[in-house]
């Protein structure tokens, strides 16, 4: 079944516009599936780099392959570019040679400036994700979605993930199978050969210590001295991760530095099915971290790049949302009650005097209530696009 993913307008536009288009994400979030799609019924050519073949004649005669494989065809799909050697250099030849790519990648070794130093001007760059919560609901044929239902679907999402092969499989038992053998895979192929790690074991520690800490502001000499790890390699194993799309960094929003703290990031995780499995944490409720995370998904996945609002008296907003010249802060509360205002969404309406808030609930009412000229808006996951539009 092939489910419409929420990149395809924009890639549609953006394709018509670039010789070379760029679709990065982790792997087997169906990048794969959604390039070939596209490329149906068109005169083109896909060529996948796990081909060690393949992979050795574009690394050692562009010429050649380009012949080949690239020459006689509209369009050509590079499926996992980021295997081969030198490739910034080789795609800027075939993309000024009049041809048309799309590639993609399953880790951000590809936005490297190795890489996108050869490619300014050329190449536009689409991020995909994990199934959304919408394309969940048309992954398992849910056309009409009740209030009685709505939790129990949100709990399975934020449970077992949007991955489409762990989303399109009904067994439960398949779906922790599958989230398992993903997460061997990526950690192996993503994280440890893209990225010259050696030492696994320590790896699947640092993993696992993760798994435990979403939301958790990041302290990497806290986690060197937990973990009995070295700086460096907290620092390189993060990156790693971050760079193959296990892992996701919220930075914080401020304006004023003297009141704020500024460096440290936020941790979560791209998927939270990948998160559990690693945790081996299968709850029959959503806690508050996990549904924090869950909404973090979500807003990425629409497209934004939240951030978090805590200043050094601990007041504190989960997301800050930055659109045009708005800025719009997030509460994720498992219950909340319309007019019942926490605190720090108080102070930062107060202090940055935004339009519009929003409270994000499972289990609330949703509704409107005001405080100054400040609309705070309670929604669900199944609204929250809306209500950011």
């Known amino acids: 079944m092939y489910v ?18 760029a679709v990065v994400g982790a792997r087997q979030a169906g990048k794969t599936t959604f390039l070939k799609k596209q490329i149906e019924n068109k005169n083109s050519s896909y060529i996948l780099f796990d081909d060690p073949d393949a ?24 499926d996992e570019i980021q295997y081969c050697k030198n490739a910034g250099i080789k795609l800027k030849y075939l993309v000024d040679s009049d041809h048309h790519l799309w590639i993609t990648s399953s880790s951000e070794i590809i936005l490297s400036k190795e890489i996108l130093s050869f490619l300014v001007g050329r190449v536009s760059i ?4 994990p199934f959304s919560f919408k394309e969940f609901l048309t992954a398992i044929s849910q056309k009409e979605v009740t209030s009685k239902i709505l939790n129990r679907l949100i709990w399975e999402h934020a449970t077992y993930g949007g991955y489409p092969r762990a989303v399109l499989t009904e067994d439960i038992d ?10 061997d895979t990526m950690l192996l192929k993503d994280v440890a050969r893209t990225f010259s790690i050696e030492d696994i074991r320590t790896l699947e520690e640092f993993s ?10 990041v302290s990497y000499d806290k ?43 936020k941790l979560y995780f791209v998927d939270t099915g990948l998160r559990n499995i690693i945790a081996k944490k299968f709850d029959v409720n959503l806690d508050g971290k996990l549904f924090e995370n869950y909404v973090l998904t979500e807003l990425l996945k629409i497209g934004f790049s939240p951030k978090y609002w805590r200043t050094k008296t601990k007041t504190e907003v989960d997301f800050v949302i930055e659109k045009e010249n708005n800025i719009i802060p997030i509460e994720v509360k498992i219950q909340a009650d319309i007019g019942k205002i926490e605190r720090s969404m108080r102070s930062f309406i107060e ?15 949703k509704g409107k209530t005001k405080i100054n000229d400040c609309e705070i808006i309670y929604t669900d996951i199944l609204n929250l696009e809306k209500q950011l539009n």
Do not use: H, W
């Open 223 to 265: 986690i060197s001295s937990d973990l009995n790890m070295s700086f460096q390699t907290v620092k390189k194993y993060f990156d790693a991760m971050e760079k193959s799309y296990l892992i996701y960094r919220v930075l914080p929003f401020f304006t004023n530095k003297k009141k704020e703290i500024v460096k440290q990031p």
């Open 126 to 129: 689409l991020k995909l994700f």
């Open 4 to 21: 419409k993913r929420n990149i395809r307008n924009k890639f549609d536009k953006i394709s018509k516009n670039y010789n070379m288009v």
């Open 55 to 78: 992979r050795s004649l574009f690394e050692d005669d562009i010429k050649k392959f380009e012949k080949q494989f690239i020459s006689s065809y509209n369009i050509s799909v590079l």
């Open 174 to 183: 398949m779906k922790k199978t599958i989230l398992s053998d993903l997460y």
């Open 351 to 365: 202090t940055y005097k935004p339009k519009t808030a929003i409270v994000v609930t499972l289990k609330g009412k």
């Open 208 to 217: 696992k210590y993760l798994a435990f800490s979403i939301g958790d502001i």
